[in-house]
């Protein structure tokens, strides 16, 4: 089983857990990029607790990463241009309480099993998923999950770099899920799911 | 009275500092990761946003004890972990996030010394949508508002430094920034003006 780096700053909210260890995450704080060797992992999920100014001025290495085959969660809210491709978020209009989150049909694998309902309410309330969209999204990216309005949500690119790119408009789904319902292996999934691209990415980008 | 902000620059932070409602609340926004480039002695309050790099806050941590110290006002929102800052007893909490969708769910807090000043600005209802821990207040410091089990969320420390501290463990600029739980705007108000009237 590959490392999985989890990119944010050190705060309360992305301190691991024993179980995010033992399913293979290592925390990587946000500002230590430039001295890690990215390449010892076979993911990275970046939190939305980064700056995106020292990620901007970091770009390189993230698109370096990338083009040895890596592969890229990002749950941020993006407003600058250090993810390749990857549009703005912009909040959404519609009020949380009537936002809805749709499957792109046929339903990713990423979400298999997952109700979307689970995912529209936590415990009963609605707005954790995220509260925006992006306001584009690469040319053949693949969308996942959009609103009402069709914006998209959740996509994958795969075309921008050599490695693939899991972009969430602010979406924190690692960690969304909760015991009680459908989303308890969504963590799991999202995991097995990066894993499963950077095998196949990697072996792309050696040709 | 001359206020700073202390952020990290997360994208919801931004958010916040671009709406106009809450700009009169603050003079500078400075950078954690380049406060050694600030003259803190300068403002008469700081403002230590939520959840900012305790890597950071520990770095530069003898510059705000230094700060309390000389006598000026320190405000910290959200968590206090690893005790960055001393005397600061902090302990996480489950957060309940979805009492307020239940029939008949509340989460029960009890305001405490009610005529203490700052009552003046906040109106005690406005600190309630979550929390993500408590404090243990020390000796002589003034608790604001508490769980049932007689732990603070909110209070306000005279005696461990000759300024003043202020601590809470609700993160109202979080949810501002986020456009999440915006019932959070009122309390940050009142204490905003407790600020500029102290």
């Given at each position: 089983?590959?490392?999985?780096?989890?990119?944010?700053?050190?705060?309360q909210f992305?301190?691991?857990?024993?179980?995010d260890r033992?399913?293979?995450?290592?925390?990587?704080?946000?500002?230590?990029?430039?001295?890690?060797?990215?390449?010892?992992?076979?993911?990275?999920?970046?939190?939305?607790f980064?700056?995106?100014?020292?990620l901007?001025e970091?770009q390189?290495?993230?698109?370096?990463?990338l083009?040895?085959g890596g592969?890229?969660f990002?749950q941020?809210e993006?407003?600058?241009?250090w993810?390749?491709?990857?549009g703005?978020?912009v909040r959404?209009p519609i009020?949380i309480?009537?936002?809805?989150?749709h499957?792109?049909?046929?339903?990713?694998?990423?979400?298999q099993?997952?109700?979307?309902?689970?995912l529209?309410?936590?415990?009963g309330?609605k707005?954790?998923?995220?509260?925006?969209?992006?306001d584009?999204?690469?040319?053949?990216?693949?969308?996942?999950?959009?609103?009402?309005?069709?914006?998209p949500v959740l996509y994958i690119d795969?075309?921008?770099?050599k490695g693939?790119i899991?972009?969430?408009?602010?979406?924190?789904l690692?960690?969304?899920?909760i015991q009680e319902?459908?989303?308890k292996y969504?963590?799991e999934?999202?995991l097995s799911?990066?894993?499963?691209q950077?095998?196949?990415?990697?072996?792309?980008?050696?040709? | 009275?001359?206020?700073a902000i202390i952020?990290?620059?997360y994208?919801?932070q931004?958010?916040f500092?671009?709406?106009?409602?809450?700009?009169y609340?603050?003079?500078d926004?400075?950078?954690?990761?380049?406060?050694h480039?600030?003259?803190?002695?300068?403002?008469d309050?700081?403002?230590?946003?939520?959840?900012i790099?305790?890597?950071?806050?520990?770095?530069?941590?003898?510059?705000?004890?230094?700060?309390l110290?000389s006598?000026?006002?320190l405000?910290?929102m959200g968590?206090?972990?690893?005790?960055?800052?001393?005397h600061?007893e902090?302990?996480t909490?489950?957060?309940?996030?979805s009492?307020?969708?239940k029939?008949?769910g509340?989460?029960?807090?009890?305001?405490?010394?009610?005529?203490?000043?700052?009552?003046?600005?906040?109106?005690?209802p406005?600190l309630?949508?979550?929390?993500?821990?408590?404090?243990?207040?020390?000796?002589g410091?003034?608790?604001?508002?508490e769980?049932?089990?007689?732990?603070?969320?909110?209070?306000?420390?005279?005696?461990?430094?000759?300024?003043?501290?202020?601590?809470t463990?609700v993160?109202?600029t979080?949810?501002?920034g986020?456009?999440?739980?915006?019932?959070?705007?009122?309390?940050?108000h009142?204490?905003?003006k407790?600020?500029?009237a102290?």
């Open positions: 089983m590959g490392y999985i780096a989890y990119i944010g700053t050190d705060i992305t301190r691991l857990t024993d179980k033992r399913l293979g995450l290592i925390f990587l704080h946000v500002y230590d990029i430039p001295y890690a060797d990215l390449s010892a992992y076979e993911g990275i999920i970046i939190t939305n980064v700056e995106e100014a020292f901007l970091n390189t290495i993230l698109k370096r990463y083009d040895q592969v890229i990002s941020v993006n407003s600058l241009p993810l390749p491709g990857c703005k978020w959404s009020p309480k009537d936002r809805e989150f499957y792109t049909e046929p339903v990713h694998q990423l979400f099993g997952i109700d979307l309902y689970d529209n309410y936590k415990k309330v707005g954790f998923l995220t509260r925006g969209y992006f584009r999204i690469p040319l053949n990216a693949e969308v996942l999950l959009t609103d009402q309005d069709k914006q795969r075309h921008t770099t693939v899991i972009a969430g408009a602010g979406t924190a690692y960690g969304y899920g319902n459908s989303t969504l963590s999934q999202i799911y990066i894993r499963e950077a095998q196949k990415s990697r072996k792309g980008a050696k040709k | 009275m001359k206020v952020t990290n620059h994208s919801f931004n958010r500092f671009e709406l106009e409602e809450f700009q609340m603050y003079d926004i400075l950078p954690i990761r380049f406060l480039r600030y003259n803190l002695l300068e403002y309050t700081i403002i230590v946003q939520e959840h790099s305790v890597f950071h806050l520990k770095r530069y941590r003898s510059r705000l004890i230094q700060f110290k006598g000026k006002r405000i910290i968590e206090v972990i690893d005790g960055w800052l001393p600061i902090w302990e909490s489950e957060v309940n996030f009492w307020w969708v029939k008949d509340d989460l029960p807090l009890i305001q405490r010394n009610s005529s203490h000043e700052i009552y003046q600005y906040i109106h005690f406005d309630k949508w979550h929390y993500h821990g408590t404090f243990h207040p020390p000796q410091a003034v608790s604001l508002a769980t049932p089990e007689g732990k603070s969320i909110f209070y306000i420390d005279r005696v461990s430094y000759r300024g003043e501290l202020i601590v463990s993160d109202p979080y949810h501002i986020l456009g999440f739980i915006t019932q959070a705007k009122p309390f940050l009142g204490l905003a407790y600020i500029h102290k």
